[in-house]
Each structure stands twice: as C-alpha cells, then as structure tokens.
C-alpha cells in the first residue's frame, strides 16, 4: 500500500522510483507559470525577513534610542548568551514541546483506541472530542485561566473547597504546568483525530481474527493498531512540533510569562525584547538563535517524518 | 448486547469515550453557561449550574459599537488571506499533483519548511517593514501575512486532493482539443471543488484562530476577534460573564463549521499521510 511495502517479484534495481515520473519531466507542459507565483512569494517571505533579522542581529539598534546606532560585531550575541534567560527559555520552550507532544499522542492514541469500538452515540462523542481544536487560542487561555483555574472564583477553588482543601494559585505555584494544561486540552483533540482516522482505515478482519486467537486489547493495542498508526503519530508529532515552538497567545494571556522566567519560552523572550523593550538588535540576535535551532528540528524532521509522507 | 451482525455495542469502551469527550468539551459548555448568567452570578462560590439565563451580556456586546468591527476585522482577514492562498496556491499544486517532476518532491518539503520558521525569528524585520511601510494595526498586513504563512498548509492539502483525482482526464480533454485552461476551468475545477473548498475552509479556521501576528501587529481598528478577546486578560477587567459571551460569538461560527466539516477536514490536516 505505502512506500514500504515492496510487491513482490522482480525488485526494481532502482531505488523507489515514484510511480508518476513514468509521464516524464512535466509530461510536455510548461507548469512554470502555475509555480512561479507561489515559489516566489515563499522565497521572499523566507528570506527577506531572515536577512534583515540577520542584519539586525550584527547592529546596534534601539527603537526608543536613534543615538545608537552602528555595527555591533557580536555583542548582540555576547549578551545574549550571557543572560540566563536565554538557557531558560530554550529549556521552557523544550519542554513545553517534548511534554505536550508527549502527553497529547500516548493519550490520543489510548483514545482512538477507545472509540474505535462501536458504542452508542459515537458520532456526538467523536465531536465533543474534538471540539477545543476550534477554539482559539486567547478564548482557551482566558476559559481556563478565569472560570476554571481562578484561585478565588474559579470552578477548581469551589471544587476545592467543597471537600475542604485549600484552593491552589495554580499559576502561581504551577506556571508551566498550568500552561501545559492548556495547551494538551488544546492539541489532544488533534492527535486523537488523525490517530482515530488512521485506525478507523484498519482492516476489521485482522482485528478480529486476533481476537479470535485469543489476544487481549492489550495485545491488540501494542501489537496491531500502534504499530498501524505509526505514520499518523509521525504526522502529528511533525504538525504539533511546528505549532508548539511557536506558543505565544496562551503565555501572553496567562501568565506573561511568569512568574519571573517561568513560563517564557523563546518566542515570549524575543517578543519582550523586541516590542517591550524595543531592542532591536537583541531582539534579532535571539531571533537568529529562533531560526537555527528550527533549522535543526526541522532538518531532523524532514530526515525521519517527511519521508513518510506520501508525496 | 444485540448480537449485531457487524458489530456490538462495547459499554465500557463506551462509557470510558462518553466521560473523556464531556470533560474535553465541559470548558466550552461552562463558558457558554456563564455566558448566560449576570456577573455576580458568574463569579458566584459555589458555581451556579441552575439559575435564569439572561442575555444581557450578548446585549451588552452587540451595543459595543466595537464588537461589530472586531468581527468584522476577523471575517475580512479570514476570508480575504484564505481566497487570496487558494487563488495562488491551487495552480502551484495543480501543477505539482498532475504534472510531477523530479523536483515535485524537494518543492513540496522545501514549501513545508517555511511553516517551519518560527513566526518569531522574523517578529522584528516584519513589525520593521509594516511600520515603515505604514501597515501597522492594518487589515493589508494581517490578510499577507496570514496567506504567506497558510500558504504551504494550504497547497499541500491541495495536492493531496489534486493527486487522487484521475489524471487521465485531463489527456483525454487535451486530445479533444482543449487547452489547459479550459481544462483547468471546465473539467478540473468541478472535480476538486470538494478539495478546494476544505482547504479553503482549514485556512479560514487557521486565520480566525491566529493570534501571534493579530496581536502583535494591530491596535485597535485593524484588531480581529482574537486580540479583543485578549484585551480581556487585563486584571482589574473581571468580566466574566461577558468575556463568556464575548468568546461564545468569537468561537462560535468556526465551532460550527468544525463540527460540520470534520471528515473534509482530517485528510487535510494529515497532510496525506493518512487515507
């Protein structure tokens, strides 16, 4: 079916040519008017704006100071670097990707499993799942922040105090939890949706023949259906990864990124250097960082994940 | 229980998917009630569940003369980046889907890897230009920024569709003497209707929802919904019930559009890896 299943007979001597090359280099039309517009626009908005962040990253500039001005050489960085906030929020930014993606794909796929049996109401239960993926981004945060989360009013601090316990300042005393939280209600609904997909594309018969000799769900789960979705995890994991780097709505509404560092990932530390404090250079010297380290996720990326996708 | 002939009922499973999907969906429903209650019934200990729903809050909203515009930025930039993605976007997957080179395959990576660049890295350059240019706090900005960054989600999920279709159909209508826009235009376009119309409607759910660009590049007139909802972040601003009514008009049409599409939806949003 997929690229990894070899028919069998005669094996090709050349290493997986696609079957649609067969109509040769554009089958004798002339595709470049149809591509020029798009590659070009995603040329210029690739590099134009990386150059200039570039540029910046070297140059001593403030918004607020047009007296400094001039080549920087490295000091951008210099400071950079030495400022423990960067560590930290490269640390908070990776575990807000590694925990959510983590949480959100092994309880997606518990799930799919779940509702991959036939019960009552499955198509109403399927969309109340997947619900929270529509909602933006500042609603949830808000949702969660005020009438869930809220250590005076919120419906966890009566919860709390209806068996007695003390309420929690759940952002005060859980930052990254909290935020985390948010995030997983966000992107569990994603994961439980391409992984239901995959599973629903399964053959019934081979699940019940399994059962039929005897296997647990247990079994099945691990044994058949996980390794049956092993593509759809990669694709969510590769689409998860590209939104959670990015993180800013839910932190800017929460908790600004508090309390001290706590929840400043790297995109919240760019943005308070470059539109809070109005420095530029800085801004573009951590921005570069941003760039690099997408550059490797993303080269990894394409090495394992892209290669799945059926192109 | 009925021993069906495909399938039987399985109550545990059932039961485990019934209390996961209501604690998914219960921070939507307890705002859509707090929506309905006046403010000191919503910041009321213990919640109310039961009380007489009022509507003074969406009155409240709607006589903002302000909440109209917000909206309005929402439905402008939403459909106006996500008309323009598809205008420039279906000829590119058009083209890669029916017309493959050797090169189809590092283009389509290489196109994903643009959304790969963090929004950040070129928050300053951006935030540079559109002040230079005069496009702060302006719908223009937001609509191109918001179709450059769809832009690859949305030729991919194109493709996808594109590349199933029948190619011999276009062979045959090329020998009948059709030149390829009219084959564009007559044959094709009726066939991935469908597929554009998903992907239009995924851009359009991306647009409404983003919120980096919205509230980093806007003010006040050029503010979709996502930033007003965010002006309510603010401490001393404890409104719930409003905020409540003001986020169920704001989630409520892509909510909707959501559920009705979810099946459109999931092909896309797999990027093809998933049949």
Redo the contacts between chains.
């Keep these: 079916m997929s690229a990894t299943t070899v028919s069998g007979g005669g094996a090709p001597a050349a290493p997986g040519p ?1 079957q ?2 067969k ?1 040769g ?3 004798g ?1 002339n ?1 470049l ?3 020029a ?3 070009i ?2 040329l210029i ?2 590099i ?3 150059a ?2 570039l540029f ?1 990253a070297f140059r001593r500039y403030n918004l607020l100071n047009p007296m400094i001005h001039g080549w920087a050489g490295i000091n951008n960085f210099k400071f950079l670097f030495r400022d423990p906030a960067l560590l930290h929020s490269l640390v908070v930014s990776v575990v807000i990707v590694v925990g959510v993606i983590v949480i959100t794909v092994c309880l997606g796929a518990i ?1 799919a499993a ?2 991959n ?6 198509g109403i ?24 989360l809220d250590p ?2 919120g ?1 966890f ?2 919860m709390f ?2 068996v007695g316990l003390q309420p929690i300042a759940w952002f005060s005393v859980f930052p990254l939890g909290s935020v985390m939280t948010i995030l997983c ?1 966000e992107w ?3 994961a439980f ?2 992984l239901f ?2 599973l629903q ?1 399964m053959d019934e018969e081979q699940l019940e023949a399994a059962r039929l000799d005897g296997a647990t769900p247990f079994d099945i789960f691990f044994n058949i259906q996980l390794p049956h979705m092993a ?2 995890i ?2 969510t994991i590769m ?1 998860e990864m ?1 939104f959670l ?2 993180v ?2 839910e932190i ?3 908790t600004g990124g508090g309390p001290g560092y706590a929840t400043t990932n ?2 919240f530390l ?2 308070q250097r ?2 809070l404090a109005f420095n ?1 250079g800085g ?2 010297a951590a ?2 960082i ?2 690099i380290l ?2 490797i ?2 080269a990894f ?2 090495r394992s994940v ?1 290669k ?4 | 229980m009925s021993q069906g002939v495909v ?5 545990i ?2 039961t ?3 209390v ?3 604690l ?2 219960f ?2 429903a ?2 859509v009630l ?1 929506s309905f209650k006046t403010e000191v019934q919503a ?5 109310l569940i039961i009380f007489h729903p009022t509507l003074i809050n969406y009155r409240d909203i709607f006589a903002e003369a302000n909440y109209l515009q917000f909206a309005w930025n929402s439905i402008a930039i939403s459909v106006g980046a996500t008309v323009l993605s598809l205008i ?2 279906v ?2 997957a ?3 889907a ?5 090169r ?2 590092g ?3 290489w ?19 559109c002040r230079d240019l005069g496009l702060l706090d302006s719908k223009t900005a937001l609509i191109v920024i918001n179709m ?2 769809n ?2 989600i949305a ?1 991919w999920m194109l493709y996808t569709f594109f590349r199933d279709l029948p190619k011999d159909i276009i062979e045959a209508s090329r020998i009948d003497g059709a030149n ?1 826009r009219q084959v564009l235009v007559h044959v094709l376009l009726p066939l991935v209707m469908p597929g554009i119309a998903s992907t239009g409607l995924l851009g359009i ?1 991306l647009c ?2 983003e ?2 660009w919205s ?2 590049l806007t003010a006040h007139s050029a503010a979709p ?3 007003f ?2 002006s ?2 603010a401490p001393q601003g ?1 409104f ?1 019930a409003k ?2 009514a003001a ?1 169920v008009l ?2 409520a049409p ?2 909707i ?3 009705i599409s ?1 099946k459109q939806l ?1 092909s896309g ?7």
């Design positions: 696609r649609k090359k109509k280099p554009g089958g039309v595709t008017p149809l591509l517009p798009s590659v626009l995603l908005w690739m134009v704006p990386l200039m962040t910046f799930l779940v509702f049996q036939p019960f009552r109401g499955q239960a399927r969309v109340l799942m997947i619900s929270p993926f529509f909602v933006m981004p500042t609603v949830s945060a808000l949702v969660w922040k005020n009438l869930l005076v009013n419906l601090a009566a105090r209806m209600w569990l609904p994603y949706l391409i997909t995959a594309s593509r759809a990669s694709v689409i590209i780097l990015g800013f709505a800017y509404v929460t790297l995109t760019i943005y470059a539109l530029v801004a573009s921005g570069v941003a760039i997408a550059n996720v993303s990326l394409t892209a799945r996708l059926e192109v | 399938k039987k009922s399985s109550p499973a059932g485990i998917a019934w996961v999907a209501l998914m969906f921070p939507i307890w705002m707090a910041v009321q200990t213990p919640p420039i976007g000829p590119a058009f083209s890669m029916f017309y493959p080179t050797h189809t395959r283009l389509l990576l196109m994903l890897s643009t959304k790969m660049l963090p929004a950040v890295g070129v928050l300053v350059p951006i935030y540079l230009l450059l960054s832009l690859p030729i390829l759910i409404w929802n919120a980096f509230l980093n919904l996502t930033a909802i965010a309510f972040s404890l719930w905020l409540s986020s704001a989630i892509i909510l559009f959501g559920w979810q999931v949003l797999t990027f093809g890896a998933v049949k």
